[in-house]
């Protein structure tokens, strides 16, 4: 099993940055892929970033794409997401998920390809 425990969120303000963390604790060693999604209420989970563990591969959301970044520190099985110049449409709560087997990268945007989801962090960005 993998438990994963997600931290950071809070109230900013539009324009402001916050850091999201996510450390994976458990079975980690078979970690091949972590991934950042957030869902409003009424809405499906979307896809935000995703991070290859070995490579470091990364892949973003057109709509975050140049303002977040997501990293991780495999010392600390730690996935972050830094987002910047953030908007009141960014409001979400953020889910992180860890995919325990190699996927393609294509698949990585898709909920249904991790294996494990923390409980969520709540992110509300104002006008």
């Known amino acids: 099993q993998v438990q994963l425990v997600e931290s950071g969120g809070g109230l900013v303000q539009a324009g402001g940055s916050l850091r999201l963390s996510c450390a994976a604790s458990?079975?980690?060693?078979?970690?091949?892929?972590m991934g950042w999604f957030r869902q409003v209420v009424g809405k499906e989970r979307e896809f935000v970033a995703s991070i290859t563990w070995s490579a470091g591969v990364t892949y973003y959301a057109a709509s975050v794409k140049g303002r977040f970044t997501i990293s991780r520190d495999s010392a600390k099985n730690t996935v972050y997401l830094q987002m910047n110049s953030l908007k009141p449409k960014d409001t979400a709560v953020y889910y992180c998920?860890?995919?325990?087997?190699?996927?393609?990268?294509?698949?990585?945007?898709?909920?249904?390809?991790?294996?494990?989801w923390g409980q969520g962090t709540q992110v509300t960005v104002s006008s």
């Open positions: 998920g860890l995919r325990g087997r190699f996927q393609w990268a294509n698949e990585l945007e898709k909920t249904s390809t991790y294996d494990y």
């Open positions: 458990g079975r980690t060693f078979t970690n091949y892929a």
